[in-house]
């Protein structure tokens, strides 16, 4: 009930490709969808984050697709680069807590 | 604007002891979580305290505990360390209900 299971665990992409990293969940409580950025030795950063009622969310080339039939939610990076090799977090929340899928270790070659 | 901030950067203990980690809240928010994160996996909910209590609390033992001040500062005490309890320890906060939480850099916590 409270697990969020994401993939690919890693994910090669050449630059100015598309990412694209996959998440489902199953507690129809979770109300609030955040992804977040991790790069080695550093605490997770918020990227982009969307609620249920919303369909898609785009802010620059970072994009959230939420399909809530079918309790998933994906992250589409367009234009991929280098600086953007790092871990991705997605992740569901009730008011209290988070819960966090396993992580995605994407790696952008030139 | 400060953002969240944690002390110490790293510590190394043994197996038994007990340590204690501090964390300052982003300015403005009055709500602090923390989380496990093992290497390789995502971060864990420990717990979360509000208005200087416990609010709620993920699958930790008693081993863990927390506290808030007043000034909405936190600290994570874990006590009896085992070689398992290795990991990077992240506050978080938010204000209020807010489920918007922003991460510190992390206390690594290595026991051996």
């Known amino acids: 009930q409270q697990q969020v299971k994401q993939s690919p665990q890693s994910l090669i992409v050449q630059k100015g490709g598309i990412s694209i990293i996959n998440c489902a969940y199953e507690n129809t409580a979770f109300d609030y969808f955040p992804w977040y950025q991790q790069f080695p030795g550093k605490g997770p950063a918020l990227l982009i984050a969307i609620r249920p009622d919303v369909s898609e969310k785009k802010e620059g080339r970072f994009t959230i697709s939420f399909n809530k039939s079918a309790k998933q939610f994906s992250l589409h990076i367009m234009d991929s680069q280098p600086g953007d090799s790092a871990t991705y977090f997605c992740a569901a929340s009730r008011p209290d807590k988070l819960i966090f899928g396993t992580g995605t270790r994407l790696q952008v070659f030139p | 604007d400060a953002g969240v901030t944690q002390s110490p950067t790293h510590l190394i203990k043994t197996r038994g002891q007990q340590v204690t980690l501090r964390c300052s809240p982003k300015s403005g928010h009055d709500t602090v979580s923390w989380y496990q994160q093992a290497l390789g996996q995502g971060p864990q909910f420990i717990f979360q305290y509000y208005e200087e209590e416990e609010r709620q609390r993920g699958n930790f033992p008693d081993r863990f505990s927390g506290h808030q001040y007043p000034n909405y500062s936190s600290e994570l005490n874990v006590n009896a360390l085992l070689l398992g309890d290795s990991a990077l320890y992240l506050c978080?906060?938010?204000?209020?209900?807010?489920?918007?939480?922003?991460f510190g850099p992390g206390t690594r916590l290595l026991v051996l």
């Open positions: 978080a906060s938010s204000l209020g209900w807010g489920e918007t939480q922003y």
